[in-house]
């Protein structure tokens, strides 16, 4: 489910040296787009993280979207401004729900499209992600998502306020099978803290995984956390509404049982 950092290489057709498309954002004089370096000082900060940064070569389609819409759609994750959420969104009182780890988007799509009443904040560290959301957003007329690319943890932590979100949904995560790589987890006691500190009394937290080990340590740290009630007595059913994801359809075909979690904020 993730892989070293390669290097951000468009295909020649997309490139905007190439082909005259696209704004000029590539030129780097304009904001950083996915793929591009992040600041130093959150590279050096010390701590275990969930995840590899996921670049890579995206097709281009999901290029030239990229260089359409991201100035209007997505911002870098960089720690050093709070998000106005109901004015990015261009809501009063806007229900938010953060998604963390989106993969190609498609699955973000649908539920926006079902629910347009409510805002998604889709993050992830998957370049070829970004472009093929922005796409889907472009294609499907969807104005209720917006894209945050990069270090879900800093999002919370540094740039959203408290009680600020309705929701958190979190979709087949890495489950670092290994056991020495089980501390690089999302699901642990200090995150499960500081994203319950970023929700608002009743939100949801979502959880699904098909990695039966990471399921039962999802369970037992949402449940340990004071500031959550599990909505189920054990594990949720799956619910109708959340579709079927790539990862999800993978870990069908292996075999594996798919793990849906349910709790709501105290």
């Excluded at 004015?87 to 539920?111: P, S």
Aim: aromatic share 6%.
């Amino acid at each position: 489910m993730t892989s070293q950092p390669t290097a951000l290489v468009p295909p020649a057709a997309a490139r905007p040296e190439a082909s005259g498309t696209g704004t000029g954002t590539g030129t780097g004089t304009d904001a950083p787009r996915p793929g591009d370096p992040v600041s130093p000082e959150l590279h050096t900060e010390r701590r275990i993280r969930s995840f590899h940064p996921r670049k890579g070569r995206m097709s281009t389609a999901q290029y030239d979207a990229l260089e359409r819409s991201w100035d209007a759609w997505g911002i870098r994750i960089d720690g050093e401004r709070q998000l106005d959420l109901d004015a990015w969104f261009g809501r009063t009182d806007a229900e938010v729900v953060l998604e963390i780890g989106f993969g190609m988007g498609d699955a973000t799509a649908i539920m926006a499209a079902a629910e347009p009443e409510r805002c998604i904040l889709a993050a992830d560290v998957h370049t070829p992600g970004h472009g093929n959301l922005l796409r889907r957003i472009e294609s499907d007329g969807l104005d209720n998502v917006r894209l945050a690319e990069g270090d879900a943890v800093v999002l919370l932590r540094d740039q959203l306020a408290p009680a600020s979100l309705d929701g958190l949904r979190i979709y087949f995560p890495d489950p670092w099978p290994k056991a020495r790589h089980h501390k690089r987890r999302l699901i642990q006691p200090e995150f499960t803290a500081l994203a319950a500190s970023r929700l608002r009394p009743g939100a949801t937290v979502h959880c699904a995984t098909d990695w039966e080990p990471y399921a039962e340590q999802m369970l037992e740290v949402l449940t340990a956390s004071l500031d959550l009630v599990n909505l189920h007595d054990d594990f949720a059913p799956r619910p109708d509404w959340r579709p079927v994801t790539k990862f999800e359809r993978q870990g069908l075909a292996k075999g594996h049982v798919v793990r849906d979690l349910l709790f709501r904020r105290r």
